[in-house]
């Protein structure tokens, strides 16, 4: 499973339901947050404005930050490395992380099986 960490600009709410004008790209991630969650993985979001002192448990998002500025925001880590900056990820992108997280976890779980060994009567 992914350790997933959203990085969010200064917002009022995470759900884009708040304030006169909804914003439906908050509105989809706030809904892929809660499908990544249910299918089992670890989803974390920080909004720089009410939480920005989690920002400093992730060196190299501050660092981008302080070179590029809020308007690099959101970012999204996964196992703790951005992957994406300045947007919300659609479903679709999603999608394709975690078919490669999957696959991944398939060939270090066959790779740690442990290898045949070449002595006599062995394998």
């Known amino acids: ?19 006169e004008e909804v914003d439906e ?16 993985h670890e989803v974390s979001r920080h909004n720089v404005s009410n939480d920005a002192a989690a ?4 060196p190299q998002a501050v660092e981008k930050l302080q070179k590029e500025g809020l308007g690099s925001l959101p970012y999204i880590l996964i ?3 951005i992957v994406m900056s300045g947007a919300y990820p659609a479903r679709g992108q999603w999608e394709k992380w975690l078919s490669i ?23």
């Open 55 to 58: 920002f400093k448990n992730y």
């Open 79 to 81: 196992n703790g490395q």
């Open 25 to 40: 790209t908050l509105v989809q991630a706030a809904a892929n947050v809660k499908w990544l969650k249910e299918m089992g």
């Open 101 to 123: 997280s999957q696959k991944e976890e398939i060939e270090t779980a066959g790779s740690s099986k442990g290898s045949c060994c070449s002595g006599p009567g062995c394998c």
């Open 1 to 19: 499973m992914m350790k997933i960490t959203i990085l969010d600009p200064a917002m009022c709410c995470s759900t884009g339901v708040c304030g």
